[in-house]
């Protein structure tokens, strides 16, 4: 007997439902994609990092949104949650409710085991947005940042950053930020690695 095909949502249905739901869903190729709850350190890191960012671009004409502002990859289909992100300049949106943006600048995911993966494939989409010049992976259980800059070229350059001492660098923004800030409270002593089985579920690709 036949089996019937999963019904694909199309992007105005995915808004429609998503705008109505108590919980988050990213959206990829007709399929919603439920959010997990974060942990208290994924939390903190995510608040110190906005804070700071906040701190930093005051009266200047870049905006931080929180993991509420979602944002649709328009080459791709994409839509997504990160957990912060900057937009500059004028802000384009999908539509009148200006609850899906357009055009970040730069976008940070805090990396938790269980998303790790999923936060990087939408690098791959990422990298579509025109206007897009930084993505920043944060782990969460150790001090440790993956910072992607766009070059001229369109490819893109990776740094590690690591330790008390590191400091995050957006030139783009002209915003610079140390991990010690990034981390506070978080429960981390600086220079600690996690386990190698651990690494290895961050750095899946």
């Known amino acids: 007997m036949a089996t019937a095909a999963k019904h694909r949502l199309t992007a105005q249905e995915y808004r429609a439902l998503e705008r109505k739901a108590e919980t988050r869903s990213e959206f990829i190729d007709g399929e919603m994609f439920a959010m997990a709850g974060g942990t208290r350190r994924h939390s903190l890191i995510a608040a110190n990092l906005i804070g700071e960012l906040r701190a930093r671009l005051k009266g200047k004409t870049c905006q931080v949104f929180t993991s509420d502002m979602r944002i649709k990859v328009e080459a791709t289909g994409l839509y997504?949650?990160?957990?912060?992100?900057?937009?500059?300049?004028?802000?384009?949106?999908?539509?009148?409710?200006?609850?899906?943006?357009?055009?970040?600048?730069?976008?940070?995911?805090?990396?938790?085991?269980s998303t790790a993966t999923w936060d990087r494939g939408k690098f791959s989409h990422y990298q579509q947005i025109e206007s897009l010049t930084d993505y920043v992976l944060?782990?969460?259980?150790?001090?440790?940042?993956e910072h992607y800059t766009r070059q001229q070229d369109d490819t893109w350059r990776a740094e590690v950053l690591t330790g008390a001492k590191a400091t995050l660098s957006l030139t783009s923004i002209k915003v610079r930020v140390p991990l010690r800030e990034i981390y506070s409270n978080a429960g981390l002593k600086a220079g600690v690695l996690p386990p190698e089985q651990f690494t290895a579920t961050y750095l899946k690709r």
Request: glycine share 2%.
């Open 80 to 113: 997504a949650y990160p957990d912060a992100q900057v937009a500059c300049g004028r802000l384009r949106f999908e539509d009148s409710l200006e609850d899906v943006l357009l055009n970040p600048k730069v976008i940070f995911e805090v990396l938790s085991p």
């Open 138 to 145: 944060v782990w969460q259980d150790v001090w440790l940042l």
